[in-house]
T-cell receptor, first 115, second 113 residues
Framework: DQQVKQNSPSLSVQEGRISILNCDYT??????FLWYKKYPAEGPTFLIS?????DKNEDGRFTVFLNKSAKHLSLHIVPSQPGDSAVYFC??????????????FGQGTILTVHP | EAQVTQNPRYLITVTGKKLTVTCSQN?????MSWYRQDPGLGLRQIYY???????DKGDVPEGYKVSRKEKRNFPLILESPSPNQTSLYFC????????????FGPGTRLLVL
């Protein structure tokens, strides 16, 4: 039972345009969400996070939007750069619950940004 | 340099031969965790530890053991490896609870024949 789903295995965009990566979740207890980026042959690196008390969090070119009623979050990258080409994972946690150290990740989306 | 180290980086073994993958962090982090990455399944959490002597199951703990006897180390033990444990394994640590920035190790690629 996949509680966090990234339904698009891959996304291709042109340099300078917007990249939108999507993530859906089913567990209504999730209250903290994170995005990680992963390059080949490296471990994932933290990108941005959002708490369920917010619906938007921005950090430079990266913005995460959370729609709790739809159980959906998205990561916007504007403008996209070739160096953004990587695998992006979303993750969710029941941070306010008893198992708040448990993280559930999605399957990942491969983003390719063409020059 | 702040880092998470894993050893070995690559390992080929046979079914049933016990193995241990070590993980160490030098950031004095309370929280440590193990993940496996498989094609089409993304990252799945195996076990995590909120502090010394405190460990909990993630989403896929079957066939694995962990221990946290000291803060800096969090070894992953496969008592009797099977081919379905062939995977890419990552160790990670964070300051307190995993929802802050997690720092990941470089990964250990395991092949079980």
């Amino acid at each position: 039972d996949q509680q966090v789903k990234q339904n698009s295995p891959s996304l291709s965009v042109q340099e300078g345009r917007i990249s939108i990566l999507n993530c859906d979740y089913t567990n209504s207890m999730f209250d903290y969400f994170l995005w990680y980026k992963k390059y080949p042959a490296e471990g994932p690196t933290f990108l941005i996070s959002i708490s369920s008390i917010k619906d938007k969090n921005e950090d430079g070119r990266f913005t995460v939007f959370l729609n709790k009623s739809a159980k959906h979050l998205s990561l916007h990258i504007v403008p996209s750069q070739p160096g953004d080409s990587a695998v992006y994972f979303c993750a969710a946690s029941d941070a306010g619950g008893t198992s708040y150290g448990k993280l559930t990740f999605g399957q990942g989306t491969i983003l390719t940004v063409h020059p | 340099e702040a880092q998470v180290t894993q050893n070995p980086r690559y390992l080929i073994t046979v079914t049933g031969k016990k193995l241990t993958v070590t993980c160490s962090q030098n950031m004095n982090h309370e929280y440590m965790s193990w993940y496996r990455q498989d094609p089409g399944l993304g990252l799945r959490q195996i076990y995590y530890s909120m502090n010394v002597e405190v460990t909990d199951k993630g989403d896929v703990p079957e066939g694995y053991k962990v221990s946290r006897k000291e803060k800096r180390n969090f070894p992953l033990i496969l008592e009797s490896p099977s081919p379905n444990q062939t995977s890419l394994y990552f160790c990670a640590s964070s300051l307190f609870s995993g929802v802050e920035t997690q720092y990941f190790g470089p990964g250990t690629r395991l092949l079980v024949l």
